[in-house]
């Protein structure tokens, strides 16, 4: 099966378990790395950045840090070290649900025959930051809270002003999370900055492809790990043609894979690990995708023409 | 107090002529090494009336469902936490999400007998549900609390009914009770039923949403002494949501940020050769 065909099954059967499968019994845990929103009521999983916020909130207040509370948060931590090895960025590119939407999106704008934006190298090298200064608010802000510093209603505080939270919500028909909640100047402050980063997300999805996972922190958490990433891109230069093509189609506008002229492990910043490098090399060898060494796929001429199967 | 004592049925006075009511606080929340969850509730005089002194306690505990509102039925039975205690505290442990009915009895150093109920939610991380073995209580007058809304926690907004058992005078007022006095006195219908919905509160709404202010219900008994509910609300989640202003920033934010990337990607296309 073609590599692309073989992702968007995934991409796609991923969204229906993890939007869905709380319904039929599936759920996989606080841990799951990607965007696999509680606040959607019957979702499959919890995204690990919830847990994540909960469990240092916690680990600063309570005299319990090595009790049952602070072993289940380690227990917890270790599962999505394991899981966000094993896979590495597969979990953005193959299963995010957000990310989906976000392609089906940048799809609906090729169908509508409109050009969409290209990243230069400088922009993303501005925006990378973006997604580390999130990161850190995510993990301060629980840890101000329990400080008294800043007001509990900035409880979730990354969570507070995830797109996440108000779109996905929407496909099982809950608009509860596009309101403006005027409750005190804090929920008013964090519901109005959800809004407009809502809009601006849906907006810069449709013209940009994958550009809300510029800024999530989940990606600066892959890149913390990638030490421990088990699944590695792996780039031999003598093949490649230069053609470029793997720049062309990067939904993240990233050259890096391009301009390598070394043996080995490649990637950047913000690779999402979907692959469609190489998918649509056609150099034979050039690129490959291997897990703990093994090699999984292969750029090959015959795979840049959507016949290549999966090993 | 003198004017909300005034306002008070008559027969909530003691024997000294206080107002002999109690009510009951919560402690903090506190977790165990095993995942379960405990509380501290204690029976206190009703913004100081009446004493504790020379008094006797006993508690019963009794976890609801797993929240107000909820159409499943209770959970556990009723436990004997403290048996003729001079203390005016007791400590409830559970598992799970967990609604919680702790009554007490007072046995007033005047001799007047006296009731204090809680009804509060104890979040606890793992654990089974309470115990199912424990006496059962005597016919105790006990306020039945239930809501048709089935929310996260009781708020402010909510609706809750109140239906009273094994009190033996008739239809009485019941008398609404906040940090400030006497809010409010309900009179049943005709089946016995009062109603009663907190009003939204400013001061609650600038706290964080786990805040939560107590409101207290008392009720005269025949005998002298008074029942009293002791209820935690937090403040309401929906009453201060918009739609429509969410959903105006979120068409204002999508419009500009569209009209920015699409001007954005005109600039950016190469120029007709002359």
Sequence with gaps: MPIKRLRLIVQHLSFLILMYGGRIGIHLGPA????????????????????????????????????????????????????????????????????????????????????????????????????????AYLALGPVLINLGLLHPDFYLPFCQICPGKSLLPLFEGETRYLTAELTNSVTTGLSVALMVISGLSVAGMFFKERFFCYFCPMLAIFRILEPLSALRLVKIPKYCHGCASCHRVCPMDIDEVWHSRDEGPVGADDCLGCSDCLASCSAGKALSLRFLGRELAASSPEASRGDKKIK | MAGAVDTAPAAALNS?????????????????????????????????????????????????????????????????????????LAKVTVGGYSRVEVTAKIMGGDGIVSYAQADFDIYAREGSSSPVSGDHPPKWPFFELKSDQPLYWPQTGQTFYISLKNFDAGPAPLSVWEEGGMVAVLTPDAGGLYTYVPPNDPKLDQMGTTATKRIVFTRPLAEGGTASLSLYVHRSRAEKRNLPIGLGIFGLSLTASASAFFLAIARGRPKPCP
């Design chain 1, 32 to 135: 799951v790395p990607c965007f696999s929103c509680p606040y959607v009521y019957y979702c499959g999983g919890n995204c690990y950045l919830m847990g994540l916020q909960g469990y240092i909130g916690f680990g600063i207040s309570a005299s319990q840090i090595w009790g049952f509370q602070g072993l289940r948060a380690l227990f917890w931590l270790l599962i999505f070290v394991v899981l966000a090895s094993a896979l590495g960025r597969l979990w953005c590119g193959w299963v995010c649900p957000f990310g989906l939407i976000s392609d089906w999106l940048t799809a609906l704008r090729k169908r509508l025959g409109l050009t969409g934006l290209t990243f230069s190298p400088k922009l993303r090298s501005r925006l990378a930051p973006v997604k580390y200064v999130l990161l």
């Design chain 2, 16 to 88: 000294h002529g206080e107002f002999g009511a109690y009510a009951m606080s919560l402690g903090p929340q506190t977790f165990l090494n095993s995942g379960l969850a405990s509380r501290e509730v204690r029976v206190e005089p009703l913004f100081g009336g009446g004493s504790l002194e020379g008094g006797r306690f006993e508690f019963y505990w009794h976890e609801s469902q797993s929240s107000l509102g909820s159409p499943e039925p209770p959970k556990g039975q009723y436990v004997l936490v403290k048996n003729d205690s001079a203390e005016p």
